[in-house]
Structure formats: C-alpha cells, structure tokens
C-alpha cells in the first residue's frame, strides 16, 4: 500500500475536520453542526469524470441517505500512487439554524493500486453500518482484485449499459451476483416505471381476462439496452408464467440509436410499450396513451438502490432468468 495514505491518518483528519465544523458552527449560528450517517457509500470513479457533476449528484443523495462518503477516482497507469484528502458535504434544512454535515474522503489510486483498495477502504467505514459499494468503472469489474472490493460491501451498484458489450455484460453481472454479492443495476432500476405501467394494462379486467392468450413476447432494443431488454423480457416471462401462461420469448436488436420496445401478441390482444425521446407510448389494441418518461438520472436511480439494501427476490429471479435466456447454452 502507498506510504501517504494510512486508514489512521484519515481518521484523524476526520477528528479534526469535526472539531473545525463544530467551532465554526457555534460562531457563526450558535447551534454548532449535526453529524448524519447511516452507512457508507464507496463511490469507484474514473480519475476523468467530471468531478462537479458527480459532486452534485452525491450531494442530493445525503440529506435523504446521509454517509461516509469514500471516492476513489481510478486514474489508470501501472505505478502505485495512492493520495487522498478529507472535506465535509454539509447543508442548511429549512427553517433551521444547524447545519447538517457528513463525511467525505476522497483517495486517488491508480489501476495497480486496486488490490490495496479492500484493505485500507474497510478500516474506514463506519461500525456497524452498511457498505455500499456503487462502481461507475465498468471495466473494474472484470478485474479480480474488485472481487475483494465487493466482498465488503452489503450492496454493489453498478450500470451494465455503460459496459463496452451488452451480451457480455449480462454475463459478467450474473457472475458477480452469482459470487454471493447483493447486487443492484441501473438497467434494471430503470425499468421500474416500465414494469408498473405494464401491470397497469392488466389491471383492465378485459385486458386480464386476455392475458393466457399472450403467446408471443418480442422485445427489441438499440444501443446500450440490451441488458435492460433481457431483464424486461425475462421479468414478463415469469409474470406469465406464474399465471399459467405459456409464450414465447424473442430478443433482437435493431438499429435506430437508443431505444426499447416490448410487444406482446396472442389472440385478441396487443400490447405495444416504447420510449420515444422523453415519452413512453403504450398501445393496446387500437388505443394508445402516452405518458411522460424522462430520462432518469444518476441521483433518481442511485436514490432508488439505496432505498433497497436486503435481497431484492425479484430482481435476482430476473437476472437468473435472463442469463439462463439469453445463454441457453452454458451449463
């Protein structure tokens, strides 16, 4: 491990940055500063992410999950250098005369480095809490050295649509899950809207009482939602399937940029669901209706993953059946 970089350094930095809030705190308001924490948030970011950007996303996080923030913004190379320094993200709620504070310690560490990672990052989190580990370095992932990483972790978030191949990645994903890890997925978050607007179409007794006439589900796919697309495409199935339904699946991309589209046909019955720029469409039958669906962001879908830090038992019925899907050939 780097020598400027100690777990007991830190700490004591983190002793002192209280000691200075809470002096500046009783001489500029007289209330002093509140410390928040309910678990800690390990954030792997590369060294060339824009830094305001992910600052702002972490600060609306806090008031709602407040943490110990640790970022560790990778930068690549092959030496071993490990830096890193301490700040507190506070804010003001309103009406309030007391600033609420929390914890943040930012280390840069190269590539290299990776493996000194699980033994300096765990000393720091705080006892007794959840670690949640939310990976923004796709190509960490494949690396074996992230493995001791996620084996701290209640929960490691990561996006597989920002990995390079969407069929890989839906492999690499179930592999980390299938490693024992508590995992959560952007692709999948981002379907919930989805997800309740197609059980929404059943909750019309007519549509219902056509559901065990579906017999064919097609969803299809462009740019980085193929991942998304098996997910969607197994969580139908199985909703089917618990109601006795027997259909059949069928996953393609297509070109056309970024989009996701999911038809299920049988007799006397067609359900269309697709995302047009901000707006999903769905169609049944001849009636369509389109709602408003913007493009959910980082802060929305992390907000959601931390809101979920047990086993999500839908979520990893989904990945096993979209893994299973998709690679019908693995054993």
């Known amino acids: ?24 705190g009783e001489s500029e308001s007289g209330a002093g500063v509140l410390r928040a924490c309910s678990l800690t948030l390990v954030v792997l970011a590369e060294q060339s992410e824009d830094v305001a950007n992910l600052g702002e996303t972490l600060a609306a996080l806090m008031p709602e999950h407040p943490a110990r923030t640790i970022v560790i913004r990778m930068c690549g190379g092959a030496e071993r250098p490990l830096a890193e320094r301490v700040y507190a993200q506070c804010w003001m709620p309103f009406g309030q005369r007391r600033q609420i504070c929390c914890e943040q310690i930012e280390i840069t560490a190269s590539d290299s480095a990776l493996a000194d990672l ?77 997800r309740e607007m197609l059980a929404q179409v059943f909750e019309n007794r007519r549509n219902l009482a056509l559901l065990d006439h579906i017999s064919s589900v097609r969803v299809t796919f462009g740019g980085a939602y193929e991942v998304a697309a098996w997910y969607f495409g197994a969580w139908v199935m199985n909703a089917l399937g618990d109601a006795g339904v027997d259909a059949a699946l069928s996953v393609s ?9 999911i038809n299920l046909e049988g007799e006397g019955l067609r359900v269309e669901m697709a995302r047009s720029d901000d707006r999903l469409a769905i169609t049944v039958n001849d009636l369509a209706n389109v709602t408003n669906l913007p493009q959910p962001t980082d802060y929305l879908l992390m907000r959601e993953e931390l809101g979920i830090v047990r086993p999500d038992p839908v979520f990893d019925r989904t990945l096993a059946s979209a893994a299973r899907l998709a690679y019908p050939t693995d054993k």
């Open 1 to 24: 491990m780097g020598t400027t970089v100690a777990p007991d350094h830190i700490l004591k930095e983190l002793a002192d940055l209280w000691v200075s809030l809470g002096q500046e």
């Open 118 to 194: 699980a033994p300096l990052v765990l000393p720091l989190a705080v006892p007794d809490l959840p670690v949640i580990v939310w990976c923004r370095c796709p190509r960490l992932v494949e690396m074996p050295e992230f493995r001791a990483i996620a084996a701290m972790a209640r929960k490691v978030v990561l996006d597989s649509a920002e990995m390079p191949d969407g069929h890989s990645a839906l492999r690499r994903v179930a592999d980390v899950a299938w490693s024992g890890v508590l995992l959560g997925d952007f692709s999948w978050t981002r379907l919930t809207r989805w």
């Open 253 to 261: 991309g297509a070109p056309g940029g970024r989009f996701l589209r």
